[in-house]
C-alpha cells in the first residue's frame, strides 16, 4: 500500500466516520463539529487530488463560512440542553433501508461503469487553468453565481428580519392568551 | 492504486449518509448539516473526475466551484428561513412544520 | 244631408249608448233620447225621400273596411236611392209612432229605460240594414236586428214562455243566417265582391250564373226565409207575440221581418237571372202565404190571428217578387208597414184596456174605445183591399203580378178573400157585439194621448200612402222604387174588381157570421172537425218539428253526452292517469338510478380523496423519502 492510498483510505474513513456522527449524534452541537470535522476530510481529499484551490475553497467556505453560520444557527435556535428531547422522526428505520437501498444501487452503478482513465498527471499551473476558464469558457455561469449570491444575501436579511413594519400588533393586554391563542399547543411546549 | 472508482464509492457513502439524515432528523439545522455533506459528496465527484478524467482542463473543478457557490447561497437563505420559523413556532423540529398538511 | 246620412243610424246607437251608460236610472230622459234621436231620423229620412225621389240618381258613399291585400278587400257604406229611401221611411216612422205609444203602453215597466236602449239598438240596426250598399254590412246589421228582436222578445223574460220565444226566434232565424251566409260566400267565391253593384255588374257581364247562381240565391233566399218568417221557418213570429205589443207591431209587422223581403227585393237581379232561385221564392211565398192565412181563420188569440196575418202578407210580398213584381212587392211593403204596425198597436191598445190576448173575452168594446175602434177599422179595410185605402193600391198590384200565372192568381185571389174575413172576424169579435166578459168590459177605457195619437197618425199614412201609386200619377210606385227605367204599371180595372168582390165577399162572410149570426161559426167548425182541429193546431208544424228534428236532436244529444262523459272523458282521465303513472315511475327512476349515479359518482370521488389524502402529510422529510425510495424502486423496475 503506497503512501497515496493509506492517505486516501485514512481521510475516507476519517470522513464516513464524522459523517455518520453527524447525522446521529444526539447534540446538535455535536453533529456541528462532526461536520467541520468531515468538511475538513473533504478538503484534505482535494489535496488528495491535486486541486488546491478548491481545498483553499472549501476550507475558507464551507469550514470558516458555512461550519459557523451552522453553528450560530445552533445556537440562536437549538435548546442544547434538550437532551431528552428525540432528534430522530418516526421513518429512521425507512430511512436507513432508503438510503442503505440508494447506496446499493448507486455502488452497482459504478460497478457497472467503465470509467476511462487519463494517466496523465495534473497539468502545471491547475489553478490558473481554473481562473481562465472561470473567466472565459464559464463567465455567464460565473456572472449568474454572483447574482445569485447577492440576492441571497439579500434574501437572507428580509427572510430573518423582524416583520413589525406589516402588521403592527397592538400590545396585549395579557401577553398570555394571546400566546395561547396563537398556539394553542404551547401549554406542552412550557420547559419543564 | 486509487482510482476514480474509489472516490466515487466514498462520494456515494457520504451521499448516502446524508440522504439518512435529511429523512431522519428532527432539528431543521441538523437536516441542513446531512444536506451539506451531499453537496460535498458531490463535490467529492466532481473533483475526483476533474482530476482522472480532463486533467488538463480540470473543467470539473470550475463546476465544483460553483457548487460551492450555490451551497453557500443556499445555506444562508436555509438558515434565515430557519430562524424565521424558530420565531414562528419556538421550535425547529421539522415535523412540526406540516402546514402543508390535508 | 245626404253625404252624411251614415249619420241616421248613428243617432239611435247614441241614444242606446247614452241610456245604457247614462241615463239608464232616469226613465223619462231615457225614453225622451231615445224618441228624440229616432224623431231627427224621422226628419231627416223624409228629407232624404223627397230628394231622392224628386231625383232617382243612386247615391253611394263607402270606405275601406278591410282590406287584406287583393283577394280580400271589403269595403263598408252606405247607398241611398228610392229603395232604401222608402225603407227609411218606413223604418223611422213606424219606429217613431211605436216608441211614442211604448211611452203609454210600456208606463210603469221596471225596465222602462232599458227597453228603450233596446228600441234604439233596432233602430240603429234596421237603418244600418235598409242603408248598406253591400251585402256584407247588411248581414251585420241583419244578425244585429235579429239580437234586438231576440232581447225584445224575451223582454218580459220572468215568463217562460217569452224566454223560449226569444230563444225559438233566434235559433230559428239563424238557420235561415246560415243559408244566407252560404250564399254570401258563393257570391263572394263568384264574383269577387259583395257590393251591391260588384255583385249585379258580375251577374250583369255573365260572371256568375247558371247552376251556380241559382244555387247561391237559394241559399241567399235561405235568410229571407228565416228573417221573413217564410214556410218552412215562420213558426217563429206567432211565438215572437210574446213580447211587449208596440214591439211585435216595430219588429214582428212592420220592419224586421220584411228585411227578407227587402233582401230579395235588393238582389232580385240574382233571382231574375236565375230562373229556378225565383219559381222557388214564388211557391215559398205564396204557401207561406195560404197557410198562414188558413191558420189565422180560427185562431182566437188577438195577436196571433194578426201574426199568421202578418205572415200571409210577407208571403205575399215574397210570391211578388218571385214573379218578378218588385213594384208591387216594395209597394205593399210600405202600405203594410203602416196599417199592420196601426192594427198591432190597435191590438196593444185593446190589451192595455182588457188585460187579455183572447178575442173570446172580448167583445162590444167600440162603445168604450172609439179611436182605437176606428182606427182599427180602417187598418182593417185597407189590409182587406177596399177602395180606395192604401191596401187596395198594392194588392192590386199584387194580384197584377200574378197575371199569366193562374195558380198564383187563384191561389192569391183565396187569400184575400181569407185576410178580409178573419180580420173582419177580429173585428166584429172585438168591438161589436155584447160583451162577453162582463168584468173586464167594465174596466175597459180608452188609452192615453200618447198611445191614440201614434194610432190616427198611422190610420193617415194607411189612408194615403197608397196614393203615391196611383196609377194614372206619373209612372205610379215604381217611380219610387226604380232607380232605372221605371215601367208603367198597367191599371187592370177587371182585376180591381174582382180582388175588390173578393174582398167584400170575405168581410161580407164575416159579417153574416160574427155580426149577424145568421151563420153559427161553431156549426161550420164542427163541419169540417178534421180540418178546424188541424188549422187550430197550425197544421202541428211545431209538433212535426219537436218529433223530427227536436226530440231525435235530444236523443242525439244525450248520446253525445254519453259518449263523452263516458269515451272523451275516460280517455282524458286515462291519459292522465297515465301521465301520472309514467311521471311517477320517472320520479323513482331519476331518484335512484341517476341520482343514484351521480351521488355515487360523488361518494366514489370523496372517499378516495379521504383515503388518498393522508398522503399529503405536509412534512417535506415524507416527501423526500418517497422521491428517494421512488427512485430505488424505479431502478428496481427497470
Known sequence: MDSTALAFYSLAFIIIAAAIFVVTAKNIFHSAVYLIVALFGVAGLFVLLQAFFLAAAQVLIYVGAIAVLMMFAVMLTARIADAGVRHTNEQVGTGLLVSLGLLAVMLYSLWDSPFQFSGAPVAEGAGL??????LTKFVLPFEIVSVLLLAALIGAVVIAKKDDTGRAEPKAKYPAARALREDPDIVRKVPR | ????????????????????????????????????????????????????????????????????????AEATVALAIVLLIYQHHRGIDVDRVNFMKW | MLANAWLIPVLPLVAMALIMLVTHRNRTLSAGISITAMAIAFVWAWAIAFTVWGNPVEQRFHFEWLNLGPSMHIPIGIQIDGLSAMMLIVVTTVALMVQIYSLGYMHGDPRYSRYYAYLSLFGMAMLTLVLAD???????????????????????????????????????????DLGFIIGLLMLYAGAGTLTFEGVFGAVEKGLLGGAFLTTAAIFLFGGAIGKSAQVPLHVWLPDAMEGPTPVSALIHAATMVVAGVYLVARGLTLFMAAETAAITVAWIGIITSFMAATIGLVQNDIKRVLAYSTVSQLGYMVMALGLGGFTASTFHLMTHAFFKSLLFLGAGSVIHAVHTNDIREMGGLHSKMKITSTTFLIASLAIAGIFPLSGFWSKDEIV????????????????????????????????????????????????????????????????????????????GFSSVVYHGEPHHAEFHISLALISTLVALSGIGLAYLMYYKRSIDPVKVGGAMPGLYRTLLNKYYVDEAYAV????????????????DANVVDGIVNGTGQFG?????????????????????????????????????????????????????ILWILR
Open chain 1, 129 to 134: 487553468t481554473l481562473g481562465r476558464q472561470l
Open chain 2, 1 to 72: 492504486m486509487i482510482g476514480l472508482s474509489h472516490y466515487m464509492a466514498l462520494s456515494a457513502i457520504v451521499f448516502c449518509i446524508g440522504v439518512y439524515g435529511m429523512l431522519t432528523r428532527r432539528n431543521a439545522v441538523a437536516v441542513l448539516m446531512s444536506v451539506e455533506l451531499m453537496f460535498n459528496s458531490v463535490n467529492i465527484a466532481l473533483v475526483a473526475c476533474a482530476r482522472f478524467v480532463t486533467p488538463e482542463t480540470v473543467t470539473g473543478q470550475a463546476v465544483a466551484v460553483f457548487t460551492i457557490a450555490v451551497a453557500a
Open chain 3, 134 to 176: 253591400n251585402f256584407f254590412l247588411m248581414f251585420v246589421a241583419w244578425e244585429l236586428v235579429g239580437l234586438a228582436s231576440y232581447l225584445l222578445i224575451g223582454f218580459w223574460f220572468e215568463k217562460q214562455s217569452a224566454s223560449d220565444a226569444g230563444k225559438k226566434a233566434f235559433i230559428t232565424t239563424r238557420l235561415g
Open chain 3, 400 to 475: 197584377a203580378a200574378t197575371s199569366g200565372h193562374p195558380v198564383f192568381m187563384i191561389l192569391t185571389l183565396g187569400v184575400a178573400f181569407m185576410t178580409a174575413f178573419y180580420m173582419f172576424r177580429l173585428y166584429f169579435l172585438t168591438f161589436t157585439g155584447t160583451p162577453r166578459d162582463k168584468h173586464k168590459f167594465d174596466h175597459a177605457h180608452e188609452s192615453p194621448k200618447v198611445m191614440t195619437y201614434p194610432l190616427i197618425f198611422l190610420a193617415f199614412l194607411s189612408v194615403v200612402s197608397g196614393w203615391i201609386g196611383l196609377p194614372w200619377l206619373h209612372h
Open chain 3, 548 to 563: 223530427l228534428f227536436i226530440k231525435p236532436y235530444y236523443v242525439f244529444c244525450q248520446a253525445m253526452f254519453w259518449f
Open chain 3, 580 to 632: 301520472l303513472l309514467w311521471g311517477r315511475f320517472q320520479r323513482w327512476f331519476d331518484e335512484t338510478f341517476v341520482d343514484g349515479a351521480v351521488n355515487g359518482l360523488g361518494w366514489v370521488t370523496r372517499g378516495f380523496g379521504a383515503t388518498i389524502r393522508y398522503l399529503q402529510t405536509g412534512s417535506l422529510q415524507n416527501y423526500a423519502f418517497i422521491v428517494f425510495a421512488a427512485l430505488v
